[in-house]
């Protein structure tokens, strides 16, 4: 977890971040009415109500805007406000809305209506709107930066309220990531990227001046001092759901959308020293937000960043610079689909040839192009590996493969297409497999195996968050159970989807909705897990929906592309 973020009094003591926080210093307030006077009413089965999102477009397009344009070192925007948003463990409240879900479905699981409850009570407003969830209500624990809008963490409650018809809150989220992606950007003395997204942003308020301020951290106040590197990547994926979601292609459509996606691309997509396709990363930069060994091209972000390249694709207008990333994409995704599904992949043969790999190979003749050592396959790995299924493992780089399976970026690699059909049913062959590993008592383990002893030592730098089968490592997530059931439902495997809804039934609600489970079989709450974590609410509500209607896999699924399918099957150095 990410430290706390300085709160705004705090700030001189630290110059450094004193300047970057007064340049993204913003203030508005907000109106008190608009906050109490939510509709709360079902809404329509049929209709999107649009008629509410013209102004809101015209407004958050005004503050919008000028940021894009000029990049003002402090914004300052005034309206009326007797909302507190700050002391986060009470957001701002709106009462429950009867969830669409189950509407029409034999199946009323009375957590569904506990889940639209707490999920609406992690709703943040800004200036009267809701513009994103934060983490946890949790009031039982420090709070930390748990009080903030994470943008992951926003993936799930995003897709639950566009399945549920609601796409104000994820429009108004999207223009408001939009905004911070245009501050100005700065660790010490050195600048990001333009293109960067926050990993995550807060509102505060001054209940003196009546006020709101907002705070985004891009990493400088994160453990680590790590950038995001997922946010952008889901902030496109989001954009694209809400647009194929609800039909309305003028979000997308908008100069501000198209410039910040490119700004994305921008980002990676630059030239340098690469001799892969793949997206070089530090430790830490995506869920996964503490060192654990996944530095260097981890398949998390390997997987978003080919779904990101695949929906920008679908979004970018070729007018004003567009159509030069459209080109630039299409290489990307042609060289990053070829080598992620050769070298990334593993199967029980694929072991088998590794372990008979020569090393020290030269020349363009090599099998064992990355010098991998055979003895540097983990023991572990003879005996995971079933004859079948097979999985893309963490990272592959010279002389380094990391044998560890990730969940998310298996899941991502399915429903993007990355995987050939082949490789999704294969994934999903080995989660039915190795389902006591990797699914146990509480779905899912978010990294298979834990790190213990030694290596823990070596690779976590003696992380007591990240003990064995703990947090991060080996520890299960519930949030997950949205990306198994999305993936299962692509694949055509709606009763495994079920079998893990139904340990996530027997005890996420009872537990209080923590954030995490420890142990081998994930049956313990987690050592340092807040409770009412939001993206565990959301990603049980996804799944629920999902499984309702399967119609909404549409959203976040991406079908294969012909013209890589057919490079793959002639291709002779393809190894699968
Ligand atoms: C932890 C998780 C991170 C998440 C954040 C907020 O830091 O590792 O992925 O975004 O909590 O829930």
Not at 151 to 166: C, G, I, K, Q, T
Not at 384 to 411: E, K
Not at 489 to 495: A, H, S
């Amino acid at each position: 977890m990410s430290s706390d973020m300085p709160d705004v009094t705090s700030l001189s003591l630290d110059a450094a971040l004193h300047v970057s926080f007064m340049d993204v210093d913003e203030r508005c307030t907000v109106g008190h009415d608009a906050v109490l006077l939510h509709d709360n009413s079902p809404r329509q089965l049929s209709n999107i109500d649009q008629t509410h999102t013209a102004s809101d477009e015209r407004a958050l397009n005004e503050l919008v805007a000028p940021a894009i344009s000029l990049r003002p070192l402090r914004q300052i925007e005034t309206v009326k406000s007797s909302e507190c948003l700050e002391g986060m463990a009470s957001p701002s409240f709106r009462s429950v809305g009867t969830p669409r879900t189950g509407l029409n479905s034999s199946d009323h699981h009375p957590m569904l209506v506990e889940a639209w409850e707490n999920l609406r009570k992690s709703l943040v407003y800004f200036r009267g709107k809701p513009v994103g969830t934060i983490a946890a209500v949790d009031s039982t624990q420090e709070a930390l930066n748990y009080n903030q809008v994470f943008v992951r963490d926003f993936v799930p409650s995003a897709f639950a309220f566009l399945m549920n018809r609601e796409p104000e809150v994820v429009k108004n989220f999207l223009l408001k990531a939009l905004r911070l992606q245009a501050w100005e950007k700065r660790i010490d003395c050195f600048t990001l990227g333009e293109g960067a997204m926050p990993a995550s942003f807060k509102v505060l308020h001054d209940p003196v001046r009546k006020s709101d301020t907002m705070i985004a951290d891009f990493g400088e106040s994160a453990i680590g001092r790590v950038a995001p590197v997922d946010s952008g990547f889901w902030w496109i994926i989001i954009l694209r759901a809400y647009t194929k979601s609800t039909g309305d292609h003028s979000l997308a459509d908008k100069p501000d959308c198209q410039r910040g996606m490119r700004l994305i691309l921008t980002l990676c997509l630059a030239e340098g020293f690469d001799t892969f396709p793949t997206l070089l990363c530090a430790d830490g930069c995506s869920m996964i937000d503490r060192r654990m060994g996944i530095y260097g091209y981890p398949i998390e972000i390997q997987a978003l960043f080919f779904m990101a390249l695949k929906c920008a694709k679908l979004m970018l207008k070729p007018e004003a610079g567009g159509k030069e990333f459209i080109e630039r994409i299409d290489k990307r995704l042609h060289a990053l689909s070829y080598h992620i599904r050769s070298y990334f992949w593993l199967d029980f043969q694929k072991v088998n040839k590794i372990y008979r790999y020569k090393t020290e190979e030269y020349s363009h003749t090599a099998v064992n192009k990355f010098n991998v050592i055979p003895d540097s396959i983990p023991d572990w790995v003879f005996d995971f590996m079933p004859t079948r299924g097979g999985y893309f493992i963490g990272n592959v780089s010279p002389a380094r493969m990391d044998f560890r399976w990730f969940l998310l970026g298996n899941c991502v690699a399915v429903l993007s297409s990355l995987a050939t059909p082949e490789q999704s049913s294969a994934i999903m062959d080995l989660i039915e497999e190795r389902w006591m590993d990797l699914v146990g008592e509480m779905p899912l383990k978010i990294s298979y195996p834990a790190l213990e002893g030694h290596e823990w030592k070596i690779v976590t730098g003696c992380d007591p968050k990240n003990t064995r089968w703990s947090y991060h490592n080996g520890g299960s997530w519930p949030v997950l159970i949205w990306l198994l059931t999305s993936a299962c439902i692509k694949t055509g495997r709606p009763q495994m989807a079920r079998k893990a809804l139904e340990l996530v039934e027997s005890r996420l609600s009872k537990d209080g909705w923590p954030e995490y489970y420890d142990g081998k079989l994930g049956r313990y709450i987690g050592k340092q897990a807040r409770k009412f974590q939001t993206w565990s609410i959301s990603g049980y509500l996804v799944a629920k929906m999902m499984m309702d209607d399967p119609s909404h896999l549409g959203m976040i699924s991406l079908d294969e592309d012909k013209k890589m399918k057919t490079h793959l099957s002639r291709s002779a150095s393809c190894t699968f």
